[in-house]
């Protein structure tokens, strides 16, 4: 079984769980953009549709009151 068919899975069992969770996808600044709309495939195909993405933005270390990062 290939690694997309491993996190298919686990993906599908999760939604069968809880299938109005909310998906949160975070990479780091050397994630490709082909591997990030992939994983974003897989986790169409499991059923989810509420994905977010998840941002660290080096703009706002400047920024007065910004979270810190």
């Known amino acids: 079984m290939s690694g997309d068919e491993?996190?298919?899975?686990?993906?599908k069992m999760a939604h069968q769980s809880a299938p109005d969770a909310k998906v949160f996808?975070?990479?780091?600044?050397d994630s490709v953009h082909l591997n990030v709309a992939h994983a974003l495939d897989l986790i169409?195909?499991?059923?989810?549709?509420?994905?977010s993405f998840e941002?660290?933005?080096e703009s706002l270390k400047a920024v007065?009151?910004?979270p810190p990062p």
Request: hydrophobic letters at 35%; aromatic letters at 8%; a positive charge.
């Open 64 to 66: 007065p009151g910004a």
């Open 55 to 57: 941002i660290k933005s």
């Open 6 to 11: 491993q996190l298919l899975n686990l993906l």
């Open 44 to 51: 169409r195909s499991a059923g989810y549709y509420k994905i």
């Open 25 to 29: 996808v975070r990479g780091d600044k």
